[in-house]
């Protein structure tokens, strides 16, 4: 019987699910739900107040996919998909709250922090009081708001969902870039050895909240590299 599989992450958690990655993974899953790169501290934050009226996206590449990414950061409805869902499976991974980060919001609330889909939607902007928060920037107040956010997201559950197993994916942010003719370059990315060090405290803290309800994937190679022949560009992470 297959497992119903929900993922709350980025592309290095749903290309696991991706026939043009694993031709045979919906043979043992049913992938019921996706949350695409939302970080932990908007998902467990309150709604936001948004005009219904302004919510319209400009240019051909806002569609109904990104309109309803921020629908789910205004709305916060992650907590009643998973409860309407029950999946046996969740696979999460922090790649958003290691990248991405937070806009606070009237200092009460938080958005996931993705300008470039964000920037052209007057609900957005009508939000005056915001703020940007990254682990690279404010790594001491944002730890400690996101620690909290696990806190919450554990109990919940906990409580709701305690049947519901818990795969936490660890993947490797790498500065090396393998072309298709073998050619291997360094990157200019100075921020990859922090973002490894914050993505492993992360994984650190989760799993000992978690305990025996979570679990962590990856792929032991000596040498992993990012690659300029992905089919969604060059990618900075890989799963390690």
């Known amino acids: 019987m297959k497992k119903q599989l929900a993922i709350i992450g980025a592309c290095c958690s749903r290309d696991l699910f991706n026939s043009k990655f694993v031709c045979d993974w919906n ?3 049913d992938l019921i739900y996706y949350s695409f790169q939302t970080s932990f501290i908007s998902l467990t934050s309150e709604p936001i107040p948004y005009s219904r009226k302004l919510l319209s996206f400009e240019g051909k590449n806002y569609s109904t996919w ?6 789910r950061e205004l709305n916060k409805s992650y907590y009643n998909d998973l ?19 937070c806009w606070q919001i009237e200092g009460k609330s938080f958005m996931t ?10 609900a957005f902007y009508e939000i005056s009081d915001k703020r940007e ?3 690279l ?16 997201f554990i109990n919940f559950m906990d409580e709701y969902l305690p049947l519901t197993n818990i795969v936490v994916n660890v993947p490797y942010f790498n500065d090396q870039i393998l072309y298709s003719n073998g050619k291997i370059e360094k990157y200019k990315e100075d921020n990859v050895q922090r973002y490894n060090e914050i993505y492993h405290e992360m994984v650190d803290y989760f ?27 060059s990618m900075d992470c890989t799963l390690s």
């Not at 990104?66 to 629908?71: D, F, Q, R, S, V």
């Not at 922090?113 to 007057?122: E, H, I």
């Open 27 to 29: 043979e043992s899953f």
């Open 66 to 71: 990104y309109k309803n990414i921020l629908l």
């Open 83 to 101: 409860l309407s869902l029950q999946p046996d499976n969740l696979l999460i991974d922090f790649y958003s709250d290691v990248v991405n980060g």
């Open 113 to 122: 922090y993705r300008l470039k889909d964000q920037k052209n939607n007057a």
């Open 133 to 135: 928060i990254k682990p």
């Open 137 to 152: 920037t404010h790594y001491e107040e944002y730890m400690i708001w996101w620690k909290k956010s696990i806190d919450k």
């Open 207 to 233: 799993s000992m909240r978690g305990g025996n309800k979570s679990s962590n994937i990856g792929f032991k190679a000596k040498v992993l590299y990012r690659s300029r022949i992905h089919i969604w560009g």
